[in-house]
């Protein structure tokens, strides 16, 4: 099963992008709201550092930016990214600090 396999459990009234797009998935998250989201459902990869990374786009067409922990998904708001990379003039994001700085995150166990 794939990453948005996976986290499409969490959804309901779901919709796949009918062309290749910068979001994977779209839908309500279960018990958390009735807003339809487009969410950027990728998997991460190993960086040159060895930590693992995710590759984004400041024209995104998606809502929400997910992350699979091995206990939990992460999700942060794509604006808010945009807003935290002009505030520190970067392009290297840790997904720590983004959680940590960022006003909007939802947390789902798995």
């Known amino acids: 099963m794939n990453i948005v396999e ?10 796949y992008p009918t ?3 910068s979001w994977n998935i779209a ?3 279960k018990d958390r709201s009735n807003q339809s989201l487009k969410y950027d459902v ?4 190993p960086m040159a550092d060895g ?5 984004g786009k ?3 067409m998606a809502d929400k930016m997910v992350f699979e922990a091995s206990d939990q998904w992460i999700i942060l708001d794509v604006q808010e990214i945009y807003k935290y990379i002009k505030r520190r003039k970067t392009k290297l994001l840790y997904l720590d600090d983004l959680i940590a700085q960022l006003e909007w ?3 789902l166990p798995k």
């Open 6 to 15: 996976r986290f499409s459990k969490h959804l309901t009234h779901i919709e």
């Open 19 to 21: 062309t290749k797009t």
């Open 105 to 107: 995150s939802v947390r």
């Open 42 to 45: 990728r998997d991460m990869f």
């Open 51 to 55: 930590r693992l990374g995710k590759k």
């Open 58 to 60: 400041t024209n995104s």
């Open 27 to 29: 839908g309500v998250l």
